[in-house]
């Protein structure tokens, strides 16, 4: 019990002193974490788990959309691509589809790998 309160306190100010970027690459790594847990439930039957885990993935895909700054144009074709996912995660949720949810995983690989690339070289001397 007490190491379990001991990793809550240690998670609980990762979140509260990580920057905007780190935040972001969390909500990533959730995000695959979530769709990772998914598709396990999936192959086990546990459909009432399945859903709740993919909903996780939705709300990580929909904080996403609500955080874009559509002042750039990249914003745009983002948005698109969240919508795309989100699409795809309601029709593996209702099918209980696998690939689907295989696809939307890989796209959620790319888009923090870019995003580990971005803070990487945002971090590098001009």
Same mark, same amino acid.
């Given at each position: 019990?007490?190491?379990?309160?001991?990793?809550?306190?240690?998670?609980?100010?990762?979140?509260?002193?990580?920057?905007?970027?780190?935040?972001?690459?969390?909500?990533?790594?959730?995000?695959?974490?979530?769709?990772?847990?998914?598709m396990t439930a999936i192959e086990s039957k546990?459909?009432?788990?399945?859903?709740?885990?993919?909903?996780?993935?939705?709300?990580?895909?929909?904080?996403?959309?609500?955080?874009?700054?559509?002042?750039? +144009?990249?914003? +745009?074709?983002? +948005?698109?691509?969240?919508?795309?996912?989100?699409?795809?995660?309601?029709?593996? +949720?209702?099918?209980?589809?696998?690939?689907?949810?295989?696809?939307?995983?890989?796209?959620?690989?790319?888009?923090?790998?870019?995003?580990?690339?971005?803070?990487?070289?945002?971090?590098?001397?001009?």
């Open positions: 019990m007490a190491a379990n309160s001991l990793y809550d306190k240690y998670n609980d100010n990762s979140i509260m002193t990580a920057s905007k970027e780190e935040l972001t690459l969390m909500l990533y790594e959730g995000a695959l974490k979530f769709a990772n847990q998914a546990d459909y009432v788990k399945s859903n709740t885990l993919i909903m996780k993935v939705e709300d990580i895909i929909r904080e996403f959309q609500m955080t874009l700054d559509f002042q750039y +144009n990249i914003s +745009n074709d983002l +948005n698109s691509l969240y919508d795309y996912m989100y699409g795809r995660l309601v029709e593996a +949720n209702m099918k209980k589809d696998l690939n689907i949810l295989e696809e939307v995983r890989n796209m959620l690989r790319e888009f923090r790998d870019t995003w580990k690339e971005a803070m990487n070289l945002a971090k590098q001397p001009a």
